[in-house]
C-alpha cells in the first residue's frame, strides 16, 4: 500500500465520527464507574442517574468547546417532519461581572422550548406554551455548525409527545419486550434486549440553482406545477448508474465528508433512473440513531448543494412523466447478543427461530396493512405511489422462491427443505462462478424480503422514517406478544411453533405476492383476497383513529387515543395546507408570470400577421392566423380555470369546520382543477417562443447540472 493511500485511509478513519461525542469519546472522557453506569442505560434501558448526568454534560460541553462550540441545543423532530432546535450559550456570569462557560446535567436532561407554535392537533391551546425536551442518551450528540446538538425527544407539559421521536422510542421497548418473551420461551437466555435496525435509502433530485431560483414552484412547494414532457426522459436508461457527472460527483464526495464527521455511515451512490436524480445509501444503525442520522442526511444534501451552486429536491414527485423519489426502509431485528432473528440461516425450513419471527411479521403486516399504508401517506407520495417507478397502494410482501416453497411446505403438514441458489455461471472461463442467491429481487413490491430484513419501499423521500419504523415495531410487538402467550403456556414448545407457523401461513398467505405488483390483474386479484387499496393520503388518515389502531397502540404504551387523534389532526391539517400552498402558487405563477408572457407572444403574432398584410394583400398569413386562434383559445381556456381554481378555493374555505370533510375537497376538487390548469398551461408551453416563456423547461432543468 502507497504512502498516499495509507494517508488517504488514515484521514477517512480520522474523519469518521469526528464530530460524535461517542463511545470513544465517552470512554476516554468519563471516569470508569461513570461511564459504566452511562453504558448500563444505552444498552439495557435503565433509568439514568442525575449525578452521572452532571459529570456527562461537563465532559460533552469540554469536548465540544475544544472544537469550537460556543453553544448547545436540545436537537428535536416536532411533527412538522423537520428538525427543531433553540441555542442557548455555554456561558454563565460570575460576581466579578465575568463569564464561565457551564453545562449542568439538568440542562443536558432537559429542555423547555416554546411548544405553542408547533403543531399539536388540539392537545395544546396556542396560550399553553410549555413543553419539554428530554435527552435521548441512546443516540449521541454532536456537532454542527459551531453548536453542541443534543437528541432528544419532545413533549407537552401534561406528558403527551408531540414528536416523532417519542413513539418510535416506545415502540422499541415494546417491540423488545415482546421478542425478549418469545426468545425465552424458545430457550435463549442469554438476549436481554431486542433492536431493531434500519438502513433508509435516500433517493433526491439535484438541480442547478440558477434554474431553481426562476420557478416559483420549485422554492414554495417542491415541485413543479407547470412542466411540459421534454423531447427526452428516461426512455433510454442511460441514468441509471451512469458515470456521475464531475460537478455532481464533487458535491456527492462533500456529502459524504460531512455526514462521516457526523458518525452516518454513508456507504453507496449512484445515479438513479430518471436523470438528475441520485440515490445514498447508508449501513444499518439502531432504529432511533438511523431516524436521526436520516434526518442529519436531508439536512447535508441540502446544505452541501447550496455550496456547489446546486440545489437539492426532496419532494416525492418534483417532475411530472419521471420516476419519483422514495425511501426504501431496510428493517430488521437483532438481539444484544448479537442475533439478527431474520436471518435464515443455511437451513431455514428448520431454524425455528427464524421461522417464528418471519411469520410474526407476515401476520403483522397482513393485519395492520392499513396503518403501514398510513405510515406512508403523504401529498407528495399521492404522486408517486402506483406510478412506474414505486410500488402501488396495495401492500403485499414478497418472499421469493425458497421462502414461498417453505411456506407451502408448512401449510401441507410440515417443511422438510430448503431449496439452495447455487452457483451461477456466466460462460465465460476467465470469470468466476458466482454464488447464486436463493431467490431474486422484486423491485415492484412494497414490502420485500431481502436476505435477512424486509424492505418497506414505500416510505416518501422527504418524510421522516420515525412514522413507519414505529409501527413497525408496533405491528411486530402485537403479533410476537400473541405469540409469546402461547408458547408460554405449551408443554410442547417444538409442537406448538409447528402449530403456530401453519396457522399464520394458512390464515395469512393473501398477503404474500412474489408477481408484477404494476400489473393491472394483481389489483384485480388483491381485491379478491381482500386487501386494501388506499389510494390517496385523505383516505388513509382515518386508519389512525380506528377502533383497532387505538386498541393496538394504547396495549403498548405506544400512542394513547389523544395523541393519535392529535395526529389524525395533524396530517389532515397539513394535507389542506399543503395543496393550498400549491393552488395559490399555480395561480400566481399563471396570472403574472404564464398569462403575460403568452398575451406578449400573441400581440407579436398579431402584429406579424398586420405587417404582412400592410406589405402585400396578396401575401398568406395562414400559418400565423391558425397559431394565433391555436393560442388565443388555449388561454381562454386557461383564463376560465384560473377562475375555476379560485372558485374552489373560496369554496373549499366553507367546510373549514370539519376537518376530513375539508381535506376531502381540497383532494377532490380543488387538486382535479389544479390538474386542469396545468393542462392548459403545459399546452402554451409546447406554443409560445422559448425566449419569451417565462421559467425554465423540465429540458432546461433535467439535463443542465
Same mark, same amino acid.
Given at each position: 500500500?502507497?504512502?498516499?493511500?495509507?494517508?488517504?485511509?488514515?484521514?477517512?478513519?480520522?474523519?469518521?465520527?469526528?464530530?460524535?461525542?461517542?463511545?470513544?469519546?465517552?470512554?476516554?472522557?468519563?471516569?470508569?464507574?461513570?461511564?459504566?453506569?452511562?453504558?448500563?442505560?444505552?444498552?439495557? $434501558?435503565?433509568?439514568?442517574?442525575?449525578?452521572?448526568?452532571?459529570?456527562?454534560?461537563?465532559?460533552? #460541553?469540554?469536548?465540544?468547546?475544544?472544537?469550537?462550540?460556543?453553544?448547545?441545543?436540545?436537537?428535536?423532530?416536532?411533527?412538522?417532519?423537520?428538525?427543531?432546535?433553540?441555542?442557548?450559550?455555554?456561558?454563565?456570569?460570575?460576581?466579578?461581572?465575568?463569564?464561565?462557560?457551564?453545562?449542568?446535567?439538568?440542562?443536558?436532561?432537559?429542555?423547555?422550548?416554546?411548544?405553542?407554535?408547533?403543531?399539536?392537533?388540539?392537545?395544546?391551546?396556542?396560550?399553553?406554551?410549555?413543553?419539554?425536551?428530554?435527552?435521548?442518551?441512546?443516540?449521541?450528540?454532536?456537532?454542527?455548525?459551531?453548536?453542541?446538538?443534543?437528541?432528544?425527544?419532545?413533549?407537552?407539559?401534561?406528558?403527551?409527545?408531540?414528536?416523532?421521536?417519542?413513539?418510535?422510542?416506545?415502540?422499541?421497548?415494546?417491540?423488545?419486550?415482546?421478542?425478549?418473551?418469545?426468545?425465552?420461551?424458545? $430457550?435463549?437466555?442469554?438476549?436481554?434486549?431486542?433492536?431493531?435496525?434500519?438502513?433508509?435509502?435516500?433517493?433526491?433530485?439535484?438541480?442547478?440553482?440558477?434554474?431553481?431560483?426562476?420557478?416559483?414552484?420549485?422554492?414554495?412547494?417542491?415541485?413543479?406545477?407547470?412542466?411540459?414532457?421534454?423531447?427526452?426522459?428516461?426512455?433510454?436508461?442511460?441514468?441509471?448508474?451512469?458515470?456521475?457527472?464531475?460537478?455532481?460527483?464533487?458535491?456527492?464526495?462533500?456529502?459524504?465528508?460531512?455526514?462521516?464527521?457526523?458518525?452516518?455511515?454513508? #456507504?453507496?451512490?449512484?445515479?438513479?433512473?430518471?436523470?438528475?436524480?441520485?440515490?445514498?445509501?447508508?449501513?444499518?444503525?439502531?432504529?432511533?440513531?438511523?431516524?436521526?442520522?436520516?434526518?442529519?442526511?436531508?439536512?447535508?444534501?441540502?446544505?452541501?448543494?447550496?455550496?456547489?451552486?446546486?440545489?437539492?429536491?426532496?419532494?416525492?414527485?418534483?417532475?411530472?412523466?419521471?420516476?419519483?423519489?422514495?425511501?426504501?426502509?431496510?428493517?430488521?431485528?437483532?438481539?444484544?447478543? $448479537?442475533?439478527?432473528?431474520?436471518?435464515?440461516?443455511?437451513?431455514?425450513?428448520?431454524?425455528?427461530?427464524?421461522?417464528?419471527?418471519?411469520?410474526?411479521?407476515?401476520?403483522?403486516?397482513?393485519?395492520?396493512?392499513?396503518?403501514?399504508?398510513?405510515?406512508?401517506?403523504?401529498?407528495?407520495?399521492?404522486?408517486?405511489?402506483?406510478?412506474?417507478?414505486?410500488?402501488?397502494?396495495?401492500?403485499?410482501?414478497?418472499?421469493?422462491?425458497?421462502?414461498?416453497?417453505?411456506?407451502?411446505?408448512?401449510?401441507?403438514?410440515?417443511?422438510?427443505?430448503? #431449496?439452495?441458489?447455487?452457483?451461477?455461471?456466466?460462460?465465460?472461463?476467465?470469470?468466476?462462478?458466482?454464488?447464486?442467491?436463493?431467490?431474486?429481487?422484486?423491485?415492484?413490491?412494497?414490502?420485500?424480503?431481502?436476505?435477512?430484513?424486509?424492505?418497506?419501499?414505500?416510505?416518501?423521500?422527504?418524510?421522516?422514517?420515525?412514522?413507519?419504523?414505529?409501527?413497525?415495531?408496533?405491528?411486530?410487538?402485537?403479533?410476537?406478544?400473541?405469540?409469546?402467550?402461547?408458547?408460554?403456556?405449551?408443554?410442547?414448545?417444538?409442537?406448538?411453533?409447528?402449530?403456530?407457523?401453519?396457522?399464520?401461513?394458512?390464515?395469512?398467505?393473501?398477503?404474500?405476492?412474489?408477481?408484477?405488483?404494476?400489473?393491472?390483474?394483481?389489483?384485480?386479484?388483491?381485491?379478491?383476497?381482500?386487501?386494501?387499496?388506499?389510494?390517496?393520503?385523505?383516505?388513509?388518515?382515518?386508519?389512525?383513529?380506528?377502533?383497532?389502531?387505538?386498541?393496538?397502540?394504547?396495549?403498548?404504551?405506544?400512542?394513547?387515543?389523544?395523541?393519535?387523534?392529535?395526529?389524525?389532526?395533524?396530517?389532515?391539517?397539513?394535507?389542506?395546507?399543503?395543496?393550498?400552498?400549491?393552488?395559490?402558487?399555480?395561480?400566481?405563477?399563471?396570472?403574472?408570470?404564464?398569462?403575460?408572457?403568452?398575451?406578449?407572444?400573441?400581440?407579436?403574432?398579431?402584429?406579424?400577421?398586420?405587417?404582412?398584410?400592410?406589405?402585400?394583400?396578396?401575401?398568406?398569413?395562414?400559418?400565423?392566423?391558425?397559431?394565433?386562434?391555436?393560442?388565443?383559445?388555449?388561454?381562454?381556456?386557461?383564463?376560465?380555470?384560473?377562475?375555476?381554481?379560485?372558485?374552489?378555493?373560496?369554496?373549499?374555505?366553507?367546510?373549514?369546520?370539519?376537518?376530513?370533510?375539508?381535506?376531502?375537497?381540497?383532494?377532490?376538487?380543488?387538486?382535479?382543477?389544479?390538474?386542469?390548469?396545468?393542462?392548459?398551461?403545459?399546452?402554451?408551453?409546447?406554443?409560445?417562443?422559448?425566449?419569451?416563456?417565462?421559467?425554465?423547461?423540465y429540458a432546461d432543468i433535467l439535463f443542465n447540472v
Amino acid at each position: 500500500m502507497g504512502n498516499e493511500q495509507v494517508t488517504r485511509q488514515e484521514s477517512i478513519e480520522n474523519t469518521f465520527g469526528s464530530n460524535v461525542f461517542n463511545d470513544a469519546a465517552l470512554r476516554t472522557r468519563l471516569p470508569k464507574n461513570v461511564y459504566k453506569a452511562l453504558k448500563k442505560t444505552i444498552d439495557e $434501558g435503565l433509568p439514568l442517574d442525575a449525578s452521572v448526568a452532571d459529570v456527562v454534560a461537563n465532559a460533552m #460541553k469540554d469536548w465540544a468547546i475544544e472544537k469550537g462550540a460556543t453553544h448547545f441545543t436540545h436537537w428535536f423532530q416536532p411533527m412538522t417532519g423537520i428538525t427543531a432546535e433553540k441555542h442557548d450559550s455555554f456561558i454563565s456570569p460570575t460576581s466579578d461581572s465575568q463569564v464561565i462557560a457551564e453545562f449542568s446535567g439538568k440542562e443536558l436532561i432537559k429542555g423547555e422550548p416554546d411548544a405553542s407554535s408547533f403543531p399539536s392537533g388540539g392537545l395544546r391551546a396556542t396560550f399553553e406554551a410549555r413543553g419539554y425536551t428530554a435527552w435521548d442518551c441512546t443516540s449521541p450528540a454532536f456537532l454542527k455548525d459551531g453548536t453542541l446538538c443534543i437528541p432528544t425527544a419532545f413533549c407537552s407539559y401534561t406528558g403527551e409527545a408531540l414528536d416523532k421521536k417519542t413513539p418510535l422510542l416506545r415502540s422499541m421497548e415494546a417491540l423488545s419486550k415482546q421478542a425478549v418473551r418469545v426468545l425465552r420461551a424458545l $430457550g435463549n437466555q442469554t438476549a436481554t434486549r431486542v433492536l431493531t435496525t434500519v438502513g433508509p435509502e435516500q433517493e433526491y433530485f439535484i438541480i442547478d440553482k440558477k434554474l431553481y431560483d426562476q420557478r416559483k414552484d420549485l422554492i414554495l412547494t417542491g415541485r413543479t406545477l407547470f412542466g411540459a414532457k421534454p423531447p427526452k426522459g428516461q426512455e433510454l436508461e442511460d441514468h441509471y448508474f451512469g458515470c456521475i457527472k464531475e460537478r455532481i460527483a464533487g458535491f456527492m464526495h462533500e456529502v459524504d465528508t460531512e455526514l462521516w464527521k457526523l458518525g452516518v455511515l454513508a #456507504k453507496t451512490k449512484h445515479n438513479e433512473v430518471a436523470p438528475a436524480q441520485h440515490e445514498l445509501a447508508p449501513i444499518f444503525s439502531t432504529t432511533n440513531v438511523a431516524t436521526d442520522h436520516n434526518q442529519l442526511t436531508m439536512e447535508t444534501l441540502k446544505k452541501v448543494a447550496a455550496r456547489h451552486g446546486l440545489v437539492c429536491l426532496l419532494h416525492e414527485k418534483p417532475f411530472a412523466g419521471v420516476n419519483g423519489s422514495g425511501k426504501h426502509n431496510n428493517w430488521s431485528m437483532s438481539t444484544n447478543d $448479537g442475533q439478527n432473528l431474520l436471518d435464515p440461516g443455511k437451513t431455514p425450513h428448520d431454524n425455528e427461530q427464524f421461522l417464528i419471527f418471519l411469520t410474526a411479521v407476515v401476520q403483522a403486516v397482513d393485519e395492520y396493512s392499513d396503518v403501514l399504508r398510513a405510515s406512508a401517506a403523504n401529498t407528495g407520495n399521492d404522486h408517486r405511489l402506483g406510478a412506474n417507478e414505486a410500488p402501488p397502494a396495495i401492500i403485499s410482501i414478497f418472499l421469493g422462491e425458497q421462502l414461498t416453497d417453505i411456506f407451502a411446505q408448512l401449510e401441507n403438514g410440515g417443511a422438510k427443505s430448503s #431449496k439452495s441458489g447455487g452457483e451461477l455461471r456466466i460462460g465465460v472461463s476467465t470469470l468466476p462462478a458466482l454464488p447464486k442467491d436463493t431467490t431474486d429481487r422484486n423491485r415492484t413490491s412494497p414490502f420485500a424480503f431481502t436476505g435477512n430484513k424486509f424492505e418497506f419501499r414505500m416510505v416518501a423521500s422527504s418524510a421522516s422514517i420515525a412514522g413507519p419504523n414505529t409501527v413497525l415495531n408496533t405491528i411486530a410487538a402485537e403479533a410476537l406478544s400473541r405469540i409469546a402467550d402461547r408458547l408460554e403456556k405449551a408443554k410442547d414448545i417444538d409442537s406448538e411453533v409447528q402449530s403456530i407457523v401453519k396457522e399464520i401461513v394458512t390464515k395469512h398467505k393473501r398477503i404474500i405476492f412474489n408477481g408484477n405488483n404494476y400489473a393491472e390483474e394483481w389489483v384485480k386479484e388483491a381485491e379478491k383476497r381482500g386487501l386494501p387499496n388506499i389510494k390517496s393520503t385523505v383516505d388513509a388518515i382515518p386508519v389512525w383513529i380506528k377502533d383497532a389502531t387505538v386498541k393496538l397502540f394504547e396495549k403498548h404504551s405506544v400512542l394513547s387515543k389523544v395523541e393519535l387523534h392529535s395526529r389524525y389532526e395533524i396530517y389532515l391539517e397539513n394535507y389542506i395546507k399543503q395543496i393550498n400552498i400549491e393552488a395559490l402558487t399555480m395561480l400566481h405563477m399563471a396570472k403574472r408570470q404564464i398569462v403575460p408572457a403568452v398575451v406578449q407572444y400573441v400581440s407579436q403574432i398579431a402584429e406579424t400577421i398586420g405587417k404582412v398584410k400592410t406589405a402585400s394583400s396578396k401575401a398568406s398569413t395562414g400559418v400565423q392566423e391558425e397559431l394565433l386562434v391555436k393560442l388565443t383559445q388555449t388561454l381562454d381556456g386557461f383564463s376560465k380555470n384560473i377562475d375555476s381554481l379560485e372558485k374552489a378555493l373560496e369554496d373549499a374555505e366553507k367546510t373549514a369546520g370539519d376537518t376530513l370533510k375539508h381535506a376531502q375537497i381540497y383532494r377532490d376538487v380543488v387538486f382535479a382543477t389544479m390538474g386542469k390548469l396545468r393542462e392548459d398551461g403545459d399546452k402554451l408551453e409546447t406554443i409560445v417562443d422559448s425566449k419569451i416563456w417565462p421559467f425554465p423547461t423540465y429540458a432546461d432543468i433535467l439535463f443542465n447540472v
